[in-house]
């Protein structure tokens, strides 16, 4: 079964050119960053307040994922005797993400699977970058669809908890438009924030969702922002 964070990966990464969607460029390290927090706190290796929005982490406690634990013991040791609020957690683990390149093992894992394939790609005929396009899109396809058959089916139904969670971190990376056509992405985009307002998983799941969110926008609203000032000074 594949992690929250690899499906968001999935879908972000072109099936054709292994490229990284433009829209998520900026913002798929916090992206991440709530995909694993999502993943940990739903596997109970994190605890969420929802009254102040607080994150406790256990001491003691691994998680059986080695990945996921990698950033679990990063947060245990940067946040040792604390509980840090869930925006600051996100930015704080969007940024170690960004800076180690946490995300190329999510990558490497894929492609183990026999799910992604490493290319070289080169740059202004001079340099070369490592892009990873699709082996297996049935992979892809299945996920999007349930996505797509959760958001647009008129039918009460019950929403897997990780395609919940996977959905709100496709919105808060503003690339959920990409799995809907034009004329659907007005009615998905009404259920899209329905379902996290009304999460089918209850209340603490809904608020943790929708905080996850606010600080994934928010941190990659500050990079962008970062991002300009630097390139106009």
């Known amino acids: 079964m594949l992690t929250l964070a690899e499906k968001l990966l999935l879908i972000a990464l072109d099936d054709q050119t292994g490229k990284m969607n433009m829209n ?3 913002s798929i390290h916090y ?3 709530g995909a694993v927090l999502m993943e940990l706190t739903m596997q109970r290796y994190l605890d969420y307040n929802e009254k102040d929005k607080t994150i406790h982490i ?5 998680c059986n994922d080695e990945l996921l634990n990698d950033s679990l013991l990063y947060l245990r040791d940067k946040y040792y005797g604390k ?4 925006q600051r957690v996100v930015q704080t683990l969007g940024f170690h ?8 093992p999510f990558v490497e894992r894929l492609i183990e699977k026999g799910i992604l394939t490493k290319d070289e790609q080169k740059v202004l005929f001079l340099f070369t970058k490592n892009v990873y396009p699709s082996t297996q899109s049935g ?3 299945s996920i999007r669809e349930k996505i797509r058959k959760a958001v647009l089916s008129n039918e009460d139904q019950e929403v897997e908890e990780q395609i919940f969670s996977l959905i709100g971190l496709l919105k808060a ?4 438009k990409q799995l809907f056509s034009k004329d ?5 985009k009404e259920k899209i924030n329905m379902l996290m307002k009304k999460s089918p998983h209850g209340k603490a799941v809904s608020d943790t969702m929708q905080t996850m969110q606010a600080a994934v926008m928010a941190a990659t609203t500050a990079a962008v922002v970062t991002a300009s000032s630097s390139a106009s000074s």
Do not use: F
């Open 24 to 26: 998520a460029s900026q």
């Open 184 to 188: 659907e992405y007005k009615q998905a």
């Open 139 to 141: 992979r892809e396809d």
């Open 31 to 33: 992206g991440l960053a």
């Open 58 to 62: 256990p001491q003691n406690i691994e």
């Open 173 to 176: 990376c503003q690339i959920d």
């Open 97 to 104: 993400i960004n800076w180690h390149k946490k995300h190329i």
């Open 83 to 86: 509980t840090p609020k869930l």
